[in-house]
């Protein structure tokens, strides 16, 4: 946040100061974890399952830390700040950034949906960066936590802010745009993402639609017209409604999409991308997967909708990199085996995604390296109740029917993916530890291409590491 007094953070929270100087001033960092506390920074004390920030004053205190937000004193050597809840308070002050940081300009643009909703965050927010001062969340800070956090990285100078927004039930998106209000509303895609919390695919779609319900008539809802449920939010919105389309015009007075869609040998796709009354652009994307497109396509969108010239997007998508760690990453060894590491998180829509990825790409090893397998390591997909067993089947039937020569499984429902992947003909192994994996691919060649998937809560990013022969 701007550097701020004491006295008016208090007031912002609506909470008691207790000792220190109510004009010190206080920022601009503010964090919730007392490892990355920073001189005058301000440290909001949050309750835990597992541990309670309140422990952990006296250490921000001692990295630098000026102040904290608190729900009862501890007796650390700053200034506290006490308030009933400090996670509310945080929202709160969150909201009066944002409001301040409106009145110089700020527009806002917000993005929901079950798979690639972090990627066209870090999209857009690239191409953003090619026209003003722009502040996007790192990784997948998309919660009643990492919103606000993100929020309050803007100043007077910032242009726009890019909120990912997740959800996991409903009301949560529409908690999380009276944070951040949208000027702009994207929504990529419905899918089964957290289908064991929402119940059904509609309950899902009624929360993702909660986003262009805060968008304002001014405003911009920017729907992916390839999706029917996504489409069909046109009718949920006040706002302009802007449509993208990867599968050619969509129609309508404002729309993006794709044409002329290409891959090269690593499965990046170069496309012509258009807008309605601007002229055509080529386009050639640094990041891998045909499902990439759509995500640059929603992130042009938005940019379109923002007022971005056509050629200026199309530029900045062509130099986009991928910003978080462990979504498709494609690392060639020395020894010519390549390692896809897509660990980040996992539903049945990006793990199909994923497998046509690599599926595709070692086709293409094929025409050059007539032997070249592909290998699976695949991992829980975690959230999905009742549909569990029968999506993690799916999952096991989709890896071999890709052309999987091995399909590795570790986790609770491993088996379901062996056994279904098993029944196609492929051959799978369920593994009981992650270290496993790396002994049963010792045997990988030149041109084979290995995918390694699952749920965070798994962790195989250290499988591909391992892998790779470096430390995650």
Not at 391 to 404: D, L, P, Q, T, V
Request: charged share 20%.
């Amino acid at each position: 946040m701007e550097l701020t007094p004491l006295a008016a953070v208090a007031r912002a929270v609506s909470g008691t100061l207790g000792v220190g100087d109510p004009q010190a001033m206080i920022g601009p960092d503010v964090v919730i974890d007392s490892r990355l506390a920073t001189p005058g920074s301000l440290f909001v004390a949050l309750p835990g399952e597992r541990v309670d920030g309140h422990d952990f004053v006296a250490t921000a205190a001692a990295a630098g830390a000026a102040a904290a937000l608190v729900s009862r004193t501890t007796g650390a050597p700053l200034a506290e700040i006490v308030v009933d809840d400090p996670l509310a308070a945080l929202a709160d002050m969150a909201r009066v950034a944002v409001a301040a940081a409106q009145k110089h300009g700020l527009l806002i643009a917000a993005i929901t949906g079950s798979a690639g909703k972090t990627s066209t965050k870090d999209l857009l927010a690239q191409v953003l960066e090619a026209v003003g001062e722009t502040v996007a969340p790192r990784g997948s800070f998309n919660n009643e936590i990492g919103t606000p956090l993100t929020a309050l990285k803007v100043g007077a100078e910032t242009r726009f802010l890019v909120a990912e927004m997740g959800a996991r039930g409903p009301g949560h998106i529409r908690s999380l745009t009276g944070i951040v209000p949208p000027d702009v509303g994207v929504v990529c895609n419905v899918g089964t993402a957290h289908l064991g919390e929402f119940g059904s695919v509609e309950a899902i779609a009624e929360a993702k639609g909660e986003l262009v319900e805060a968008v304002p008539p001014t405003g911009w809802a920017v729907l992916n017209a390839d999706d029917p449920r996504v489409l069909a939010m046109a009718s949920r919105t006040r706002a302009q409604v802007l449509l993208v389309s990867a599968a050619g015009n969509p129609g309508g007075d404002h729309a993006v999409w794709a044409e002329r869609i290409l891959p090269d040998d690593q499965e990046r796709y170069e496309f012509v991308l258009h807008a309605v009354g601007q002229t055509p652009r080529p386009v050639q994307l640094k990041v891998t997967g045909l499902h990439m497109v759509r995500n640059a396509l929603c992130a042009a969108g938005a940019a379109v909708a923002l007022g971005v010239p056509l050629d200026v997007v199309a530029t900045a998508l062509s130099g986009a990199t991928a910003r978080s760690p462990w979504r498709m990453e494609v690392h060639d060894r020395p020894d010519g085996v390549t390692i896809v590491n897509d660990a980040y998180n996992a539903n049945p829509d990006s793990m199909k995604a994923a497998l046509d990825t690599v599926a595709r790409m070692v086709d293409v090893r094929r025409t050059i390296v007539p032997g070249a397998k592909l290998f699976v390591v695949l991992g829980d997909m975690l959230e999905l109740g009742e549909d569990a067993v029968s999506e993690h089947a799916a999952i096991g039937r989709y890896a071999a029917r890709s052309g999987a020569t091995l399909v590795l499984a570790i986790g609770a429902e491993a088996q379901h993916i062996v056994s279904a992947a098993a029944a196609e003909g492929a051959d799978a192994l369920r593994l009981t530890d992650k270290a496993e994996a790396v002994s049963e691919l010792s045997g990988l060649r030149p041109g084979d291409v290995v995918l390694v998937k699952a749920s965070r809560g798994v962790g195989l990013e250290t499988v591909a590491a391992d892998l790779l022969g470096a430390p995650c």
